[in-house]
């Protein structure tokens, strides 16, 4: 078992970025689950948090702007038995690659997607997000943001992810277990891990954070699809006083690859080549 | 060489499709040639659709000119193609139904009263297309065994009632009164498969070991899509993805992960598809990508075909990387280039664009040759197993350009892929070491090494250049792709009136050998054949070799050429050289 899934590579990150914690969380779910590193791949997408790929030393692929869903798809969809993890932005994840995010969720497929959201585009230094909250100033909302943020954990739910969660940079031990159970989830998991961005968001800042997340205890019943959609929707209704962390919705359901008439059979990478035989014989059919 | 040209015409719905391939069945196992091609618009009910069904001894490679035999099921197919039948020929038409005035004198007109002897047999009237396939059986001189066999096997999956009623119903069609042998054409005994170009290439790719495809639907491409998706149950996987985004992105990930991956699409899907198109240039995954051309720019004539996207994909996506670009001349030969696509995009490393058009794709064609033992499986440079204990050089720079592969799953070779520019080990140079000396010349040698396999790829292939056929001849047409068909059909009627044509054509077209492309073009009178307004080909062939071709025949109308319309054209060129 690996003692650590780290690289030697220096992540790119400004100090206290919040993506070192998103980092250390899922190091320590891979240190947990002890997965062989040459069994995983990481999908990256493009901005800061999606150079996240090269700080693991497992297989990856840093990939382009908004397409880590469609690239992770293709890597499952061809070999089951790898552990997919998804990482990105939430400028990568909801809003360049909002449709891809819609569609993987319905899909079920057996991919966990870390999504670190600083609510602002941090690699292109401070635009607004699809998560930055009305009024806020940034370099692209200099007179304040008049959109309304999409919620990616409403969202997920109701597009059929069967594993939604939040997390919260600032504790990585929690957010460890999220990301770790994910892992272990068949399904398509999500992880929104809030993760400040300390350079360009001035606004949502660790003592933001500290001052309005809660953990969920063990009477919540994430299971109640009613239940969590109300729950996904309290940092609406408190206007952002209260937001919840933990697993707020998970629901058992046959995943894409169990229920694929071909992958059924196995992973796709194990069915062997067509023989000369069968070739013949499916020409035949147009003679 | 003796021929019979059939046209169907109706409306959408009329089942003239179904009825179409049927007697293209039928007269290839008969032992004739046979050429297909469907005409349509973008609606779903009515409107105005023919069927045009080709018939010979020789090979052929268009669909034809002139009509034989037109089967008029609605007074629109009079209206609309009465105009297109040869002097002499035939029309078949339901007197019940339709009327007919202002025939050219000497054609005969043989009324049957298609649907009410449908409707007799059946109840059915959709099986009237039978009843007038039997009729033209008989005129094209073919047994109607054949056809009986044929029936079965095509309706009896369904129910034997069925299969029954339309043996009875070619009967009908077949015995009717004044329905008489016309036509000869001599049979042989060779097996010919009846493929369509979107099928052919689908079979290719998957004789290659092709096991996933992804598609957002888009004519022309989706026949490949729906031959992919029937055939899950031989153990590929098709995906259809919310976007073309996803498709060729989902293509990408599932090569990285080690099996032959493909996606298809036409020319707007493709534009989607642009990004990702240098995602697997940058990292060097093998990917294949069909674009299947038709009539544009933007929507265009969804139904229409057209080559205009060749300049387009040969230099879609920002910056240089290595690309192969190919566009198969037949049915035929889309299963040999799918087939080696997914080998020259593996030992490459980098994608492979075969380019098809709507003629290509939807075309049916009857096939003699399918050399499905000769297809060979060649991964490239793919590492199996870790060699040391150091980190896997992914990227190493080598001296032809292609590095060494692993598979993920396989212990001790992880590594990054990355769109940013990286090193051998695919770490990122794009960040705080951009600019800095010694990142400089890292980058600079990272891309002559990805650039080093296009010379790779000419020393080692004997592909990069055009076909010359007829090298004896006076004049030459230059084609790529789908316009080859014609213009070599257009090469016999040419050489009927004494006129010697040669033609020189193109399937691979990028990269371009231009010192042996160069030896074939040099010195001989050029006549470009293309389906585009600007002559793309010809561009091509300029920037490559500096020959200019000023002598063209453009198409850009949407409709396919006829051998006729290429030869007059081309006569008059000749004549006036
Ligand atoms: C197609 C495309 N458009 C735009 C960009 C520029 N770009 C790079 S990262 C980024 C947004 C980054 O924001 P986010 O995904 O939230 O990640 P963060 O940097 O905040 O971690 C943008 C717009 C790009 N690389 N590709
Ligand atoms: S800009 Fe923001 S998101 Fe990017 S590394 Fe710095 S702190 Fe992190």
Not at chain 1, 52 to 57: A, D, I
Not at chain 2, 300 to 309: F, N, R, S
Not at chain 2, 426 to 452: N, P, Q, T, W
């Amino acid at each position: 078992m690996a003692t650590s899934y780290a690289s030697d590579i220096k992540p790119i990150w400004c100090p206290g970025c919040g993506d070192y914690g998103v980092h250390a969380a899922l190091n320590k779910a891979l240190i947990d689950l002890g997965i062989d590193k040459s069994k995983i791949m990481i999908v990256g997408g493009i901005g800061c948090s999606s150079a996240m790929p090269h700080t693991f030393s497992t297989y990856a692929i840093h990939g382009i702007h908004g397409r880590v869903l469609p690239i992770a798809m293709g890597v499952k969809l061809a070999n089951d038995e790898l552990t997919v993890i998804g990482v990105g932005g939430d400028g990568d994840g909801y809003g360049i690659g909002g449709n891809h995010f819609v569609h993987t969720a319905r899909r079920n497929l057996d991919i966990t997607y870390i999504v670190m959201d600083n609510q602002i585009y941090g690699l292109t230094t401070g635009q607004a997000s699809p998560t930055t909250l009305i009024g806020t100033k940034t370099k692209s909302t200099p007179f304040g943001d008049i959109e309304e943020p999409i919620n990616p954990i409403s969202v997920a739910i109701s597009a059929g992810a069967t594993y939604v969660a939040r997390g919260f940079s600032g504790d990585p031990m929690h957010l460890a277990e999220l990301i770790k159970n994910g892992i272990l989830h068949k399904g398509f998991a999500v992880i929104d891990a809030l993760s400040p961005c300390v350079t360009f968001n001035a606004l949502n800042t660790y003592d933001w954070f500290r001052q309005r997340v809660y953990k969920l205890d063990a009477s919540y019943k994430a299971e109640d699809k009613a239940n969590a959609l109300q729950k996904a929707i309290e940092t609406e209704t408190t206007n952002w006083q209260k937001i919840p962390l933990g697993l707020i919705y998970k629901e058992n359901r046959p995943t894409y690859n169990e229920l694929d008439i071909t992958l059924k059979q196995g992973s796709l990478i194990k069915q062997p080549l067509p023989t000369k035989d069968q070739v013949r014989s499916l020409l035949d059919g147009y003679a | 060489m003796s021929e019979v040209v059939i046209r169907v015409a109706g409306a959408n719905g009329d089942g003239i499709e179904s009825s179409g391939m049927l007697l293209l069945k039928i007269a290839a196992r008969s032992g004739r040639y046979v050429f297909g091609y469907r005409s349509y618009q973008s609606v779903i009910k009515g409107g105005h659709v023919w069927y045009q069904i080709r018939i010979a001894d020789e090979k052929l490679y268009s669909h034809g000119s002139d009509i034989d035999i037109l089967v008029a099921l609605n007074q629109d197919a009079i209206t609309y193609q009465l105009k297109h039948v040869k002097e002499g020929g035939i029309v078949i038409y339901d007197p019940s139904r339709t009327t007919i005035s202002g025939a050219p004198q000497g054609t005969k007109l043989i009324g049957i009263p298609l649907l009410d002897i449908a409707t007799k047999v059946s109840g059915d009237p959709i099986m009237r297309n039978t009843v007038a396939l039997g009729a033209v059986l008989r005129l094209a001189g073919i047994d109607i065994a054949v056809a009986d066999e044929l029936i079965n096997e095509t309706f009896s999956k369904k129910s034997q009632q069925i299969a029954d009623q339309n043996i009875k119903a070619a009967a009908e069609g077949y015995n009717f009164a004044g329905v008489e042998r016309t036509f000869n054409i001599k049979n042989d005994s060779r097996r010919r498969y009846v493929l369509d170009g979107n099928t052919a290439l689908s079979v290719g790719a998957y004789a290659a070991g092709c096991k996933f495809y992804a598609a957002y639907p888009m004519t022309p491409a989706s026949g490949i899509l729906h031959w992919f998706a029937s055939h899950e149950n031989l153990g590929v996987v098709f995906k259809q993805t919310e976007d073309e985004i996803t498709a060729i992105n989902a293509t990408i990930g599932a090569a990285s992960a080690g099996v032959r991956a493909m996606c298809g699409t036409s020319g707007g899907g493709f534009s989607l598809m642009v990004e990702g198109l240098g995602l697997a240039g940058m990292i060097e995954v093998p990917i294949v990508v069909v674009e299947a051309e038709r009539t544009g720019p933007s929507t265009g004539l969804p139904t229409k075909t057209e080559q205009a996207d060749l300049l387009f994909v040969n230099h879609a996506a920002q910056g240089e990387f290595p690309r192969i670009v190919v566009a198969p001349r037949s049915a035929e030969e889309s299963f040999k280039i799918a087939s080696e696509a997914f080998n020259l995009a593996e030992m490459y490393q980098c994608p492979v664009i075969i380019l098809s058009d709507l003629y290509m794709a939807e075309h049916i064609e009857g096939v003699e040759e399918i050399d499905a033992d000769g297809v060979k499986v060649e991964r490239g440079r793919v590492q199996a197993e870790a060699t040391n204990d150091g980190r896997f050089d992914r990227y190493k720079i080598t001296d032809d350009g292609i590095s060494p592969r692993s598979i993920p799953g396989t212990p001790g070779l992880e590594f990054v892929a990355a769109s940013d520019e990286h090193n051998e080990y695919g770490d990122l140079i794009s960040d705080v070491f951009a600019g800095i000396d010694e990142y400089v010349e890292k980058r600079k040698r990272m891309h002559e090494k990805r650039m080093r396999k296009i010379d790779t790829m000419l020393k080692n292939e004997d592909l990069f250049k055009p076909e010359l056929e007829g090298g004896q001849a006076d004049y030459f047409f230059v084609t790529f792709g789908s316009a080859t068909m014609p213009a070599k059909e257009a090469v016999k009627l040419l050489s009927n009136e004494g006129l010697r044509f040669g033609i020189i054509s193109f399937s691979y077209l990028l990269p371009i050998d231009a010192e042996k492309t160069l030896k074939i073009l040099n010195g001989k009178k050029l006549i470009d054949v293309e389906y585009n307004f600007t002559g793309q080909l010809a561009q091509h062939i300029k920037s490559a070799t500096g020959i200019n071709i000023e002598k063209r025949i453009l198409k850009y109308d949407g409709e396919a050429f006829t051998p006729k319309e290429i030869a007059e054209q081309a006569k008059l060129i000749a004549n006036g050289w």
